[in-house]
C-alpha cells in the first residue's frame, strides 16, 4: 500500500476533469484512484474524496441533480457523515448542493454566457480544513469555466453562513452575479466544501498559478489525517 | 427604466410525465410531490405544479 493518501476520485458519464483533478491530486502527493458512479463503495482507506468538474449525466434537469442521486452519493454522503474530506469542483460543486450535502444551489450565470478566465478569489477563512495553506486576506487566481456557476441561497441562509464562517472564498469582482460574490462555501462540520474555480487547473506557474495547488495540498494533509484516525 | 424579464418555458417543453403505480390520488400526489421535493424540482430556486389523471 502507498504511503500516500488515497484519494478517490468519483467519476459521473459527463465528467471531463477527473483526469487534471487525478493528476493534481498525484502532483501534491495523493495517490488518487477513480471511482465510476454506480459504484456503491469507495475503495477501503479512502482519505478524501474529489467529484471533479464537467457536464454529468449532461447536466439534465439541474446542473448537478442527476448526479446528486447516483449510486455512489450514498456511499460519498455516508463518508462525509464521519468526518471525511470531500471536495467538490465546479460541477462537483453542483452536485453536492443538488445532494444537500452544501447549502445554496448554482444558477445560470448572470450574464447568461459561459465564462472562462482567471478569477481572483480572496480567502475568507483560513481555519478551514482545505484552506490551511492559505492566510485570511490572501488573494489566489485559479481559472474558472462555467455556465452556471452564481452561487445563490435565500438572505437569512446566507447571512447564517457569513455568520458561522461557512463562506470560505469569494471573487474580488463579480464574475458569474454569485450571491455576495461567493465562490466557496464549507458545510456546518467544514468537512465538505465545494468550488467554482478549478484548483487542479491552477498546481504549476508554467499555466500561470500554482495557487490551486494551496488547495489541493490542504486536502492531501486531510485525507492523511482521515485515514490515521479511522485507522 | 429598470424591468424585469420573466421567461418561463411553454406549457409542454419542460414539464415531466410521471407514472406511479398508485390508485389512491391522495397517495399518489404525496409521492409525486416527494419526488418533486427531492430531485425535480429544487425549492430553493424552482416551484412545481401538480396535475393529476394526465394531461
Known sequence: MSDRPLVAVVVFPGSNDDRDAAWALGSVGAEPTFVWHEETSLPGGTGAVVLPGGFSYGDYLRTGAIASVAPVMSAVREFASVGGPVLGICNGFQVLCEARLLPGVLRPNRQLEFVCADASLLVEVADSLFLRRCTIGQELVIPVKHGEGAWYADEGTFVQLAARGQIVLRYTADVNGAMGNVAGVVNEAGNVMGLMPHPEHAVDPLLGSADGGLLLAALVDAAAAHRLGAA | ?55
Open chain 2, 1 to 55: 427604466m429598470k424591468a424585469t424579464v420573466l421567461v418561463r418555458p411553454k406549457e409542454g417543453i419542460r414539464d415531466v410525465d410521471l407514472e406511479v403505480d398508485i390508485a389512491d390520488a391522495n397517495a399518489a400526489r404525496a409521492e409525486i410531490e416527494r419526488m418533486c421535493g427531492e430531485l425535480l424540482a429544487n425549492p430553493l430556486i424552482e416551484s412545481f405544479e401538480i396535475r393529476l389523471g394526465g394531461a
